[in-house]
């Protein structure tokens, strides 16, 4: 027998059509889905990278040997051209690709891929701190707040983004949970995907083009005034 599902479309009001409607509808979506991830998200990601900044800055040779590491791969993913210029197009897809996977690691059902996308992007603070003091020799307040100056400019748009992503990973993980271990969702599968994707592209797409404009032409200016 055929299971037909009688829930009511969420976005039957007309408010939420046209332009105006899609903002509102990412609203609505968030506080539904996204907002306890992100908290989530927030805390683990500012407790890890206060963590691996202490640590790669007493350890700063693994710190070296990383970024030397992270440097080397990047050469063949097109963020870099032949003559070591950023490239803003290949930077911002590398940024898309890493944002995408993010939430799209939440399609695997509860392992929470996506925290691991936290962790990583908040070992990068660290290392970077310690890569300063090692190649510096500053103390680790210095580092830690050139490393700040050198990621805040394009960071605010660039981690924004991959806040979102890690959060719409972890609330499609647990949604997902829920649908296997059969427990009630008042939107359809179809529904919560299709809100998702409208969101990424209303709010992580142009977040992450910002950030890599900043970050090519604007955040080298700023890390030259002092003098790193």
């Known amino acids: ?29 968030y506080k ?11 805390i683990l990601f500012f407790g890890i990278a206060i963590a691996s900044a202490i640590f790669f800055y007493i350890y700063r ?40 996977n993010a939430w799209l690691f939440g399609l695997v ?3 929470y891929l996506p925290v691991l996308s936290v962790i990583i992007n908040a070992g990068m603070v660290g290392i970077l ?7 510096t020799g500053s103390s680790f307040l210095k580092s830690a707040l050139v490393s700040l100056v050198g990621v805040l400019p394009h960071g605010i748009f660039e981690l924004t983004a991959l806040f ?21 969702e008042p ?8 809100e998702m994707a409208i969101y990424y592209a209303t709010r992580v ?5 910002i950030a890599a404009v900043i970050e090519v032409y604007v955040t080298p200016l700023i890390l030259g005034l002092v003098n790193v």
């Open 187 to 194: 939107w359809t599968f179809d529904i919560f995907m299709q």
């Open 164 to 184: 979102i992503t890690m959060s719409m990973g972890i609330a499609l993980c647990t949604y997902i949970n829920r649908r296997i271990l059969k427990k009630y």
């Open 61 to 100: 040779d693994h710190a070296m040997n990383i970024i030397s590491q992270f440097l080397s791969e990047l050469s063949g993913t097109g963020v870099i051209d032949d003559e070591s210029n950023i490239s803003v197009v290949g930077l911002w897809a590398n940024n898309v690709r890493a944002a995408s």
């Open 205 to 209: 797409i142009p977040l992450l083009t």
């Open 1 to 29: 027998m055929e299971i037909i599902d009688i829930r009511k479309d969420p976005f039957s009001d007309k408010k939420y059509h046209g332009f105006f409607g899609i903002f509102r509808r990412g609203r609505m979506l």
């Open 32 to 42: 539904k889905y996204l907002r306890k991830p992100m908290r989530l998200v927030l």
């Open 129 to 135: 701190t310690g890569y300063i003091g090692a190649t």
């Open 109 to 111: 059902p509860f392992i």
